[in-house]
Nanobody, 127 residues
Framework: QVQLVESGGGLVQAGGSLRLSCAAS???????????MGWFRKAPGKEREFVAG????????YYAGSVKGRFTISRDNTKNTVAVQMNNLKPEDTAVYYC?????????????????WGQGTQVTVSS
């Protein structure tokens, strides 16, 4: 089991930026680079949705169409962290954002592929 702790959420005006970070930890032998990582979000009254994902070494990134060109996911395997830089934020980006870890394979955009989840961090974008 991987422990994930998100940080960086807050209130921002439309057009502004935020950077979310997620710190991962585990038991002895834990290897962060063995996990693909993803960010998901859930807005009130809506289903959880995929935001961005990144492969083990960080060479490949995947984005939801609604955030492509505005959000950038990155990881630092030396610090066991994954981050998402969010620019040009819109009110519709308001949600609780979750970091998730995937030990195996499967569709990186599907939340069912993930084994561990963080508690979430609130992002609110005002118009």
């Amino acid at each position: 089991q991987v422990q994930l702790v998100e940080s960086g959420g807050g209130l921002v005006q439309a057009g502004g930026s935020l950077r979310l970070s997620c710190a991962a930890s585990g038991r002895s032998g834990f290897t962060f680079s063995s996990y693909r990582m993803g960010w998901f979000r859930k807005a009130p009254g809506k289903e959880r949705e995929f935001v961005a994902g990144i492969n083990w070494g960080g060479e490949y990134a995947y984005y939801a169409g609604s955030v492509k060109g505005r959000f950038t996911i990155s990881r630092d395997n030396t610090k066991n962290t994954v981050a998402v830089q969010m620019n040009n934020l819109k009110p519709e980006d308001t949600a609780v954002y979750y970091c998730a870890a995937n030990r195996g394979y499967g569709n990186i955009m599907d939340g069912r592929s993930y084994d561990s989840w963080g508690q979430g961090t609130q992002v609110t974008v005002s118009s």
